[in-house]
Nanobody, 118 residues
């Protein structure tokens, strides 16, 4: 059974930074596209950033230049470094994994809350 476990969320002031981590188990991590999504209250879940097995990255325009996704295949872990946080970044952040050969399959973590407020 695929498991994705996120950590690193919390409360931060505007302009601050947080680093989210997601550890995956029971998958061949290096063959999966890993991503981060977020869902704010009353809004749809949206893609924040993704990274292919070949390290190609994709970012939402709203986070480009502020957030950085990275992965450590040896540790089955994907990270999201979030800098210059804004109140509008407040959301539950979800880790996502999809096999590169069947991208219609999605696995999700339980989510971690990020709150940006003074």
């Amino acid at each position: 059974q695929v498991q994705l476990v996120e950590s690193g969320g919390g409360l931060v002031q505007p302009g601050g930074s947080l680093r989210l981590s997601c550890v995956a188990s029971n998958i061949i991590f290096g063959r999966y596209i890993m991503g981060w999504y977020r869902q704010a209250p009353g809004k749809q879940r949206e893609l924040v950033a993704s990274m292919s097995s070949g390290s190609t990255t994709n970012y939402a325009s709203s986070v480009k230049g502020r957030f950085t996704i990275s992965r450590d295949n040896a540790k089955n872990t994907v990270y999201l470094q979030m800098n210059s946080l804004k109140p509008e970044d407040t959301a539950v952040y979800y880790c996502n994994a999809k096999p590169a050969w069947v991208t219609s399959i999605n696995y999700w973590g339980q989510g971690t809350q990020v709150t940006v407020s003074s």
